[in-house]
């Protein structure tokens, strides 16, 4: 079955910092797309990322890019100089022809950027 | 473009009360899907609607149902209410942008408190 896994609960780090967001995902789909979203107090998701595992390159959408390891199934966020509005819940998400058109969400990872 | 639209944003009901929750859809996207989202879940699929048919559904009770109207605006209803429904509601509204790549774009929620 098809499963995301975000391994941090939590990650500290301070302004203009980078940071890494783990997720690891499993599927036996050939055909897949990974998300990342990120989800403020305010409880809307807020899309920021999209990689596809037939894309040749990484994604990159200005201050976030996705580390895209396709062999050892992880699709990590990258989050280059922190800023104090990137506190918030990150969730990764996958879908893929097995799940039709449902995204299948990690448990997220809370990032609290310091000053 | 107006984004995602879910009313109403907070709502309390008693146990074994039902409850309507609304969803906007971005204009011109056809598709809606609901995700409920819970500390002890996570972000769980519902289901999804596309030109106003059900074309994928979540492993939840039947007490979960929805539809899709002809302008693309969507509801779902829960019918008798229980403590364990107490949730946020996502919808989200999506096209797709070229082969695999669905673009999905959630709303703000409805907070659902049952009491």
């Known amino acids: 079955a098809q499963k995301i896994t975000q391994t941090q609960p939590g990650m500290f780090v301070q302004e203009k910092e980078a940071v890494t967001l783990d997720c690891t995902y499993d599927?036996?789909?050939?055909?897949?797309?990974l998300f990342w979203y990120k989800q403020p107090s305010s409880g809307e998701m807020i899309f920021l990322i999209y990689?596809?595992?037939?894309?040749?390159q990484n994604a990159t959408e200005g201050r976030y890019s996705l580390n895209f390891q396709k062999a050892r199934k992880s699709a990590n966020l990258v989050i280059s100089a922190s800023q104090l509005g990137d506190s918030a819940m990150y969730f990764c998400?996958?879908?893929?022809?097995?799940?039709?058109?449902?995204?299948?969400f990690g448990k997220g990872t809370t990032l609290s950027v310091s000053s | 473009k107006a984004g995602v639209t879910q009313t109403p944003r907070y709502l309390i009901k008693t146990r074994g009360q039902q409850v309507t929750l609304s969803c906007s859809p971005i204009?011109?996207?056809?598709?809606v899907s609901w995700y409920q989202q819970t500390p002890g879940q996570g972000l769980q699929f519902l289901f999804e609607?596309?030109?106003?048919?059900?074309?994928n559904k979540g492993n939840f009770p039947g007490r979960f149902s929805g539809r899709q109207f002809s302008n693309s605006r969507s509801e779902m209803n829960v019918s008798t209410l229980e403590l364990g429904d107490s949730a946020l509601y996502l919808c989200?509204?999506?096209?797709?942008?070229?082969?695999?790549?669905?673009?999905?774009?959630f709303g703000s929620g409805t907070r659902l408190t049952v009491v």
């Open positions: 990689q596809g595992s037939y894309d040749q």
């Open positions: 609607y596309f030109s106003e048919t059900q074309r």
């Open positions: 599927t036996s789909d050939p055909s897949y797309g």
């Open positions: 998400a996958m879908r893929d022809n097995q799940a039709g058109t449902a995204l299948i």
């Open positions: 204009s011109g996207h056809r598709s």
């Open positions: 989200a509204s999506s096209e797709t942008v070229s082969g695999p790549r669905i673009v999905y774009t």
